[in-house]
């Protein structure tokens, strides 16, 4: 006798679409959060650096952009021409060309004529992370005159309004970097290490990122 049973269920092939698509989502996810350990791993290095350059005389970089970050083929990150703010400062010359590669990553202080600092320098470091994690710069202008002054004037753009996958953690440490009164940015390089070391932490373990540094 021939048995018939009810099944419930769905065809696989009928579903194939939604499941190549979730396939797709978590394949995009996964490499979404690499990228971000990835960028964070590059930015906790660059502020091992800092802490180093920082006990050195003179104390500071001055010129910390993605031109003067570099990484060989073996994966080692070097950070390049620190230091060389008292070589330039008195060469109206190398200042204004030096003003026109760096104004992108310039501080508001640096671009008004003041020295480098240890709080200029983490400036800087903030662009490049906001770049990083945006793809874009967080002050454009048709001329260097004009990009130093949005720096000083314009409300930073918030990475994650650029990024909606950035994590509210990130965005608050990026934030703090690029506030334009020093007083309210990072003091030193240490500080922003702790950081910068929980959330890659936290992104690799799983562990909560809903907090910010500016809370």
């Not at 018939?4 to 996964?30: E, K, P, Q, W, Y």
């Not at 660059?46 to 073996?74: A, M």
């Not at 508001?108 to 600092?117: A, D, E, K, L």
């Not at 608050?172 to 932490?201: F, H, P, Q, W």
Request: proline letters at 7%; hydrophobic letters at 40%; a negative charge.
């Amino acid at each position: 006798p021939l048995l018939l049973a009810r099944c419930d269920g769905f065809h696989m092939l009928s579903n194939m679409s939604s499941i190549f698509t979730l396939c797709v989502l978590f394949c995009l996810f996964v490499m979404f959060v690499a990228f971000l350990i990835y960028c964070l791993h590059l930015v906790v290095v660059c502020s091992e650096l800092l802490c180093y350059i920082q006990t050195l005389p003179p104390s500071v970089g001055g010129d910390v952009r993605p031109n003067n970050i570099i990484v060989t083929p073996e994966g080692v990150l070097k950070v390049t021409d620190f230091g060389l703010w008292e070589a330039i400062r008195t060469n109206q010359d190398a200042m204004a060309a030096s003003f026109g590669r760096a104004v992108e990553y310039q501080s508001p202080q640096v671009s008004s004529g003041s020295p480098p600092s240890v709080s200029t320098d983490l400036y800087s470091l903030g662009v490049v992370l906001f770049e990083m994690l945006t793809g874009s710069l967080p002050f454009h202008g048709e001329t260097p005159l004009i990009v130093a002054m949005n720096h000083q004037n314009k409300s930073t753009p918030s990475p994650k309004e650029l990024n909606p996958g950035v994590p509210l953690s990130l965005e608050g440490i990026t934030l703090k970097l690029l506030d334009k009164n020093s007083d309210r940015r990072y003091r030193t390089a240490e500080s922003v290490l702790i950081d910068l070391r929980m959330v890659r932490d936290a992104l690799r373990f799983g562990r909560s990122l809903s907090w910010s540094p500016l809370d």
